[in-house]
């Protein structure tokens, strides 16, 4: 007997057989069952998903002798010869070569005749997207209402090319891409049972070249043991398709990483050389990119796994690259793989690609370096206008109890040092409310964080300021630091405000107040007693008064002057 191919041998008999079809193998069996047939199916998916064989399958389900039943026996005689495709009464068209409408009109005259052998006639119209308009007309009236010993069953890769009115007259159940699991599960059980030894890594390259499709995966396989000698490996099922090894791809990436642009290169070189296309080349860098960004976003994938076992690069690239990165190299690789189909020379495109790749790396590092260098810079800048503002205004003299350098000063005498920047009016007893400050006080960090990430400076003049007093929609900020109240009331409250809106859901207005002028406040009121500083951090702000104006005049222009 003469060599059959792998998928002809291994073609689905039995609905229980077709692999990753189950929303339409039990659709069909359940119809089956309650003998709720329809006299139109069509059948859409990419190729090699199984339509044709589960028009077979259909079609000696309701010829079956003991049918229609769920599935078939493939012992009667019918089922076999059905099989064989020697059955009269089962007519399988190819639309690609019978397209036009005199075929059409033939088959709409003879679908009038009752079958001879089997129970129904069942009409199986092959790629029946490329039926010529006036082919599609004449077969309308028959598809809607044929007689009751007819079925029709049309598949398609192409769906969207059939008219309207043609799918309309159809029962339609749509073949999914078979996952990257069940074809390699699928090739194990053929493997073992023809005695064949392989290696995992096989299979995977296998079922990542055959691209959801069962037939294209065992078309390759059966080309690949033609190719291997022993043993089912990697190089061998490489060396068929045409592809390049993972390993290399993932060391091609590590030098795009590294800088080392001469190297990936260099490996490029070899593998142009080798005889590997250029396209090919692309298609297979832009998986390895992808493999990354699976295994840094979504490690428990079955693909990903299978992907672990060629080097520890995969986990090392995870590390090193952000998914900003990954995406944006992404996004360059599947650019220029569209440029190549337009250029003489797709090398050049790719070498192009690879330049381009190792220089993103280098913007995002100069990106990153000169971050905190243009924080400084803001830095300076507000502190330089905090100076200038100092310096157009004298400093008050700082108070203190004793003559003493290590004496505490009264926090009366330095309220009455302390300038009131905002008046709390005496309305103000009324509107404080307790409980939504402790709302307030709860959710102030996140207002902290939120500022931080938008403009890390302002972060930097806010966080002196405490939570002291809040209205249904005002928040009232407390400073010790006079530079600091006055900083984010003239210059950054507008900022802080809409955060405060992003946090809280509503519109919220930030007042500034020192230290010294809420303690006033609440000593004059007895409200929110709760919200006063003990006395060492009354005492430690004293000091912090202290420390801030030498640091800012320096130690000789500060005078300490007691009144006592």
């Given at each position: 007997?003469s060599?059959?191919?792998?998928?002809?041998?291994w073609r689905?008999?039995?609905?229980e057989?077709?692999?990753?079809?189950?929303?339409?193998?039990?659709?069909?069996?359940n119809?089956l069952?309650?003998?709720?047939?329809?006299?139109?199916?069509?059948f859409?998916?990419?190729?090699?998903?199984?339509k044709?064989s589960?028009?077979?399958i259909?079609?000696?389900?309701?010829?079956?002798?003991?049918?229609?039943?769920?599935?078939?026996?493939?012992?009667?005689?019918?089922c076999?010869?059905?099989?064989?495709?020697?059955?009269?009464d089962?007519?399988?068209?190819?639309a690609?070569?019978?397209?036009?409408?005199?075929?059409?009109?033939?088959?709409?005259?003879k679908?009038?005749?009752a079958?001879?052998?089997?129970?129904?006639?069942?009409?199986?119209?092959?790629?029946?997207?490329?039926l010529?308009?006036e082919?599609?007309?004449?077969?309308?009236?028959?598809l809607?209402?044929?007689?009751?010993?007819?079925?029709f069953?049309?598949?398609?890769?192409?769906?969207?090319?059939?008219?309207?009115?043609?799918i309309?007259?159809?029962?339609?159940?749509?073949?999914?891409?078979?996952?990257?699991?069940?074809?390699?599960?699928?090739?194990?059980?053929?493997?073992e049972?023809?005695?064949?030894?392989?290696?995992?890594?096989a299979?995977?390259?296998?079922a990542r070249?055959?691209?959801?499709?069962?037939?294209?995966?065992?078309?390759?396989?059966?080309?690949?043991?033609?190719f291997?000698e022993?043993r089912?490996?990697e190089?061998a099922?490489?060396?068929?398709?045409?592809?390049?090894?993972?390993?290399?791809?993932?060391?091609?990436?590590q030098a795009?990483?590294?800088g080392s642009?001469?190297?990936?290169?260099?490996?490029?070189?070899?593998?142009?050389?080798?005889?590997m296309?250029p396209?090919k080349?692309?298609?297979?860098?832009i998986?390895a990119?992808r493999?990354?960004?699976?295994?840094?976003?979504?490690?428990?994938?079955?693909?990903?796994?299978?992907?672990?076992?060629?080097s520890?690069l995969?986990?090392?690239?995870g590390?090193q690259?952000s998914?900003?990165r990954?995406?944006?190299?992404?996004?360059?690789?599947?650019?220029?793989?569209?440029q190549?189909?337009?250029v003489?020379h797709?090398?050049?495109?790719?070498?192009?690609?690879?330049l381009?790749?190792?220089?993103t790396?280098?913007?995002e590092q100069?990106?990153v370096?000169?971050?905190?260098?243009?924080?400084?810079?803001?830095?300076i800048?507000?502190?330089?206008?905090?100076?200038?503002?100092?310096?157009?205004?004298?400093?008050?003299?700082?108070?203190?109890?004793t003559?003493?350098?290590?004496?505490?000063?009264?926090?009366?005498a330095?309220?009455?040092?302390?300038?009131?920047?905002?008046?709390?009016?005496?309305?103000?007893?009324?509107?404080?409310?307790?409980?939504?400050?402790?709302?307030?006080?709860?959710?102030?960090?996140?207002v902290?964080?939120?500022?931080?990430e938008?403009?890390?400076?302002?972060?930097?003049?806010?966080?002196d300021?405490?939570?002291?007093?809040?209205?249904?929609?005002?928040?009232?900020?407390a400073?010790?630091?006079?530079?600091?109240?006055?900083?984010?009331?003239?210059?950054?409250?507008?900022?802080?405000?809409?955060v405060?809106?992003?946090v809280f859901?509503t519109p919220m207005?930030?007042?500034?107040?020192?230290?010294?002028e809420?303690?006033?406040?609440?000593?004059?009121?007895?409200k929110?007693?709760?919200t006063q500083?003990?006395?060492?951090?009354?005492s430690g702000?004293?000091?912090?008064?202290?420390?801030k104006?030498?640091?800012?005049?320096?130690?000789r222009l500060?005078k300490v002057i007691?009144q006592?």
């Amino acid at each position: 007997m003469s060599y059959r191919a792998l998928y002809r041998v291994w073609r689905s008999q039995r609905f229980e057989d077709l692999v990753g079809q189950e929303h339409v193998t039990k659709t069909l069996k359940n119809a089956l069952k309650e003998k709720h047939l329809s006299h139109a199916y069509l059948f859409n998916g990419p190729r090699g998903t199984g339509k044709t064989s589960a028009a077979r399958i259909l079609a000696k389900a309701v010829n079956c002798v003991h049918g229609p039943a769920p599935e078939p026996c493939n012992e009667c005689e019918a089922c076999k010869r059905i099989t064989e495709g020697a059955m009269m009464d089962v007519v399988e068209i190819d639309a690609a070569s019978n397209r036009g409408v005199e075929e059409i009109r033939e088959l709409r005259d003879k679908v009038k005749y009752a079958p001879t052998e089997v129970r129904y006639k069942v009409y199986i119209i092959d790629e029946v997207h490329m039926l010529t308009t006036e082919a599609f007309n004449a077969l309308l009236k028959t598809l809607e209402e044929p007689p009751a010993h007819v079925i029709f069953i049309l598949a398609t890769t192409e769906p969207h090319k059939l008219p309207p009115t043609i799918i309309s007259r159809c029962q339609r159940f749509s073949f999914r891409r078979i996952s990257f699991e069940l074809i390699v599960a699928h090739m194990k059980v053929i493997c073992e049972s023809m005695g064949v030894s392989y290696d995992d890594t096989a299979l995977y390259a296998v079922a990542r070249a055959a691209d959801g499709g069962m037939r294209d995966a065992l078309s390759l396989l059966d080309q690949a043991l033609a190719f291997a000698e022993n043993r089912l490996d990697e190089q061998a099922v490489l060396a068929v398709t045409g592809a390049v090894s993972k390993e290399i791809m993932l060391r091609m990436l590590q030098a795009v990483v590294d800088g080392s642009v001469s190297e990936a290169l260099k490996a490029l070189d070899e593998a142009v050389t080798g005889g590997m296309e250029p396209e090919k080349l692309i298609q297979d860098l832009i998986q390895a990119v992808r493999d990354v960004m699976l295994f840094k976003t979504a490690p428990q994938l079955d693909v990903v796994k299978s992907s672990l076992g060629y080097s520890d690069l995969l986990p090392r690239l995870g590390q090193q690259l952000s998914i900003d990165r990954l995406t944006q190299m992404l996004d360059l690789l599947l650019h220029y793989q569209q440029q190549m189909k337009w250029v003489a020379h797709p090398r050049v495109v790719l070498e192009m690609a690879m330049l381009r790749l190792s220089d993103t790396g280098r913007q995002e590092q100069k990106a990153v370096a000169s971050a905190p260098l243009a924080q400084l810079e803001e830095r300076i800048r507000e502190l330089e206008q905090a100076l200038r503002t100092l310096q157009t205004v004298p400093p008050a003299p700082v108070e203190r109890a004793t003559p003493a350098p290590a004496a505490h000063p009264k926090p009366a005498a330095a309220a009455k040092s302390q300038p009131r920047l905002t008046a709390l009016t005496e309305q103000w007893v009324t509107l404080l409310s307790s409980e939504k400050l402790k709302e307030i006080k709860r959710a102030w960090p996140e207002v902290l964080y939120r500022v931080k990430e938008e403009k890390i400076m302002v972060h930097a003049w806010l966080v002196d300021g405490e939570v002291v007093g809040a209205t249904k929609d005002t928040v009232v900020l407390a400073f010790r630091s006079k530079i600091h109240c006055e900083t984010v009331e003239n210059k950054h409250k507008d900022l802080i405000q809409q955060v405060m809106a992003q946090v809280f859901g509503t519109p919220m207005r930030l007042k500034t107040i020192m230290m010294p002028e809420w303690q006033e406040f609440v000593a004059r009121h007895g409200k929110q007693r709760e919200t006063q500083p003990n006395e060492s951090a009354e005492s430690g702000g004293e000091d912090d008064i202290i420390k801030k104006a030498i640091d800012l005049f320096g130690e000789r222009l500060v005078k300490v002057i007691d009144q006592n």
